[in-house]
């Protein structure tokens, strides 16, 4: 009965029951005819629905007669199906090549789907599917509750169009990564030895495939890869056990050989893919090497990056690079300085060390800009207000005011634009910025800038800019711009334990003699009470999921950030813990902060929530996401993680 039809009749007879409060009579009246008219409403939906099922059985009884004579004069297998799906009747051709002359009345027209969804048929190019070993592009007409289903033979053309996608080129650069460290070797013979034991598993691995590859020129040790695309699908499927197979491969008690390629395809020619391949190699670098990195267009794919960077001992570029940011530098009316967003001591401290060198090395206007309220290195701006120098500190609008044509902006500790402590300043002066910073390459990364110094295997972007200072003005640093440059050295090192090379301890040793006191330093770590408690609360409540500390913040306090960030660090401290993260939020945002001692990437982790970072230190922000579906998605990723793969691994570094 249609509802309509039910609420006029019930809204007349409480009409009815209304009006017994005027008159018995009129009552009596009005709930005869109400109940009457409702009887009839009823007597005629009753008689309709008979009417109805009458028609649609001699419908039925009309296609089971001539339905499959229309069905036999399509050319094609066809058949007409209910609306759940059910094949209600079937042309000989559908039963002769779709279900080798068997009866498929009845049965589901998705068992005939490859994708298993029905509704995909009713797309204007219908849907390819595989039956009976031929492929067929299925296409249905809605008609009534039915439909009626084409299969159409496509497969010579689907077959000769997956051949020529799998044929196409893709071109692949591999780089030896440690070709450096190899030609330190004293040993007579062994780094001729590792070469070759290097080249010959890129052979065995172009092997396996119809390609060919090529040693370039120049003794770099480079190779250039031509394949097929279906070779580059088989590769991807297992993840490059390549890479695996060269870090087999013992250079000395602490190194491994690694390997980094970048591959290119489905480009529209060789050289366009050859192109995409030298940005991919510069990419995968850039992450810090022994991985892969493969593009197409403007997307990239990442496998491997277990490893950690490494270290470059030569300082021929960072001298290149300190003589051409004096060229830009004195080119320039002034110079602007800026980290990222929630500014760490890494960040700051780098940006001071910059100011200097521009201010007091070159004699250029020099400010800083920053948020003073979203710091996490207030201690250090407070200690340079109390010195008289609070005013090198500027906002983002003051700093706005100072651009002109020749404002020179240089970012460091960050390398993304979405990262910078100012987006607006950084579009003023885009085609006059120079970038600075250690972090592994991301995608999303500055590309326009006039220098861009980036060294992922650095501790800090206070360690490259102690380099340059060197270079720049060494005789500009005071000892309080020399303590903020140790300060950011020990915060991404902690206290110099992860992620220090040789050229670490020697900016260090460079800072303590230009008069940096290591007990100011510590002052510069201090933390309030309520962060003390707060942070021990994070640590007292994580919990261990897959050999991974995980731990939420509930309270909001002002130093939120730097709580977390401490107690991640002090998760790692427990056994069997290969990394840590602290889910915090912050207005309609909830932030993870991660750590790991090396054994697990982090950088990997956060990158698949939209973050980014270091191997062993980097964060991620998930905007108008919950807390517990922050977590979730955390857990998620987590519990694909092969830890065993990485404990086997450890073991046999360390035997």
Known sequence: MSPLLVVLAAAMLVMSVVSLWWNPFIF?????????????VILCTLKLKRYIAGVISV????????GQAELEKVHVPAAIIGKNHEILIANRLFSE???ADGEPNGEDITDYLSNGNPSSIYTENG?????????????GVKTGEGSIVYFIDNNTYKTNSDLYISSRPVVAIVAFDNREELEREKEDGKASRITAEVEQTIIKWVNTTSGFYKKLSGGNGRYVVVMEECHLKRFIDEKFPVLEEVRSIKINDRVDATVSMGIGHGGSSFKENELWARQALDMALGRGGDQVAVKKAETYKFFGGVSKGIEKRDKVRTRLIAAQMTTHINASSNVLIMGHKYSDLDAVGASIGMWSAASRGLKKPAYIVIDREQTLAKALVE?????????IFISESEALDLVDDKTLLVIVDTHSPNFVESKLLYQRCQKRTVVIDHHRMMVNHIDSALVFY?????????????????????ESLSRLESEALLSGIMLDTKNFVLRTGVRTFEAAAYLRSSGADTVEVKRLFSNSFDTYKVKYKL???AEIFNYCAIASADEDVPDIRIASSQAADELLGIENVKASFVIYKTGRTANISARSLGDLNVQLIMEKLGGGGHQTMAACQLE????SEAREKLVSIISEIDLNRVEQKQVIQKS
């Not at 009596?28 to 009839?40: D, H």
């Not at 419908?59 to 001539?66: A, T």
């Not at 200690?383 to 005013?391: M, V």
């Open 28 to 40: 009596l009246g009005e709930f005869i005819f109400s109940a009457a008219a409702l009887a009839i």
């Open 59 to 66: 419908s039925v009884k009309s296609i089971e007669l001539d």
């Open 97 to 99: 090549k779709l279900c």
């Open 127 to 139: 849907t390819d599917t595989l039956v009976q070993g031929r492929w067929y592009a299925a296409m």
């Open 383 to 391: 200690s340079f207000g109390n010195a008289g120098l609070g005013d």
């Open 454 to 474: 980036h060294e992922p295997y650095a501790s800090s972007a206070c360690e490259m800019t102690a380099e340059l200072v060197q270079y720049i003005g060494s």
């Open 539 to 541: 640590v007292s409540e």
């Open 624 to 627: 108008n996401t919950s807390m």
